[in-house]
């Protein structure tokens, strides 16, 4: 903050002449920002995630070598290209990205299980990330969506989408049952009851703003 002699004034702004009459001002107290500079912190992580991505890939390429070199099966460097890259994954997108918590936490849980599906495939797939990973992953995202909804209660019914994609992804995993994909249905069949009873209780409890978003949603 400045003040001007000539004009009795105090300048908030950072310029070092009195807007008035031109006077030099004179510096009273030392104002601090009003608003947090987040570019040093953003691009600080951005740096991070650089050095990441570079020490990723330098690490895939040792273990490459390492088994071109060796008796070492070719899964090791897969598996842990996989990881590696869902590591960076996690960190352009939960962490530098913008968007959401729920959209977050779908996406990051949506890759996680491709990625244990391609493990499990390049270890001759035994059936381990349908029949479990798959339904967990779900799971998870119902308890994603029940805390966001306590957090966020004044804004809970906008989540009732969701909750129907997760029944749909749920009857898929009953599904892939019926076609022996999924041999062990115990999780999927949780995974199920769970995301119907969350979706029942958040239109039965939720009364009319329940339906009125559904009406909204599919415009009925």
């Not at 009795?8 to 030099?24: A, F, G, Q, Y």
């Not at 339904?135 to 004044?154: E, H, T, W």
Request: aromatic share 10%; with cysteine; charged share 15%.
């Amino acid at each position: 903050m400045s003040k001007c002699r000539q004009c009795n004034i105090e300048v908030l702004d950072e310029t070092v002449r009195c807007p008035l009459c031109n006077t030099v001002l004179d510096e009273t107290v030392e104002m601090e920002d009003m608003y947090p500079d987040i570019r040093v912190k953003t691009r600080k992580l951005v740096l991070f995630s650089r050095i990441y991505f570079f020490l990723a890939a330098v690490i895939e390429i040792i273990l490459i070598n390492i088994c071109m070199l060796s008796e070492v099966q070719s899964l090791v460097y897969i598996i842990s290209g996989l990881v590696l890259l869902f590591g960076y994954i996690v960190i352009k997108y939960a962490i530098l990205g913008t968007s959401g918590y729920i959209a977050k936490t779908v996406v990051l849980t949506v890759i996680a299980v491709i990625m244990f599906v391609a493990i499990d495939f390049s270890v001759g797939y035994n059936g381990w990330s349908v029949n479990y990973v798959f339904p967990s992953g779900i799971l998870l995202i119902d308890a994603g969506i029940l805390v966001l909804m306590v957090i966020n209660r004044k804004n809970w019914q906008s989540y009732l989408m969701l909750q129907i994609f997760m029944v749909v992804c749920s009857c898929a995993a009953v599904v892939l049952n019926a076609f022996q994909i999924i041999t062990d249905p115990i999780v999927s069949i949780v995974a199920l009851n769970i995301s119907v009873i969350l979706l029942l209780g958040t239109v039965i409890i939720g009364g009319r703003r329940s339906r009125v978003e559904l009406k909204r949603r599919f415009h009925i």
